[in-house]
């Protein structure tokens, strides 16, 4: 196993640039680029996208997607010789995925032409 360090990658002048009035729904999941100010930024938080589960009765591990990460249990034991519907969550199991997540808020820059004098 090779060991390289983690890089830390800033993109800057990245064309086309969107307006944030441009903004919409089919920018989801795309790579766009904003000019703005920086009026408000959350504190880091995690945000659980993987969750494992350990099954009270038998003791199996496990691992559901938590889609927009919504809290949901198993329905049932992946182990066919066990029904059981309790679940306890293990957050620590290698399993369990989460990401940093933190919200920035922009404003748009007013242009030349909106801008006032004074």
């Known amino acids: 196993i090779v ?36 009026v408000r930024v959350s504190n880091v938080k995690p945000f659980c996208t ?13 691992s559901l997607p938590l889609p927009d990460g919504k809290y949901t249990l198993p329905t049932k034991c992946s182990v066919p010789d066990c029904r059981s519907r309790s679940f306890t969550p293990n957050r620590s199991s290698p399993l369990t995925v989460t990401v940093d997540w933190q919200s920035i808020k922009l404003q748009e820059l007013a242009s030349d032409d909106k801008r006032e004098d004074g």
């Open 3 to 38: 060991n390289v360090p983690f890089i830390h990658a800033r993109v800057y002048n990245y064309e086309p640039l969107t307006s944030l009035k441009n903004l919409r729904a089919n920018c989801y999941g795309k790579y766009v680029s904003l000019r703005g100010t920086v």
């Open 50 to 62: 993987r969750m494992a589960f350990k099954c009270n009765t038998c003791g199996d591990t496990q």
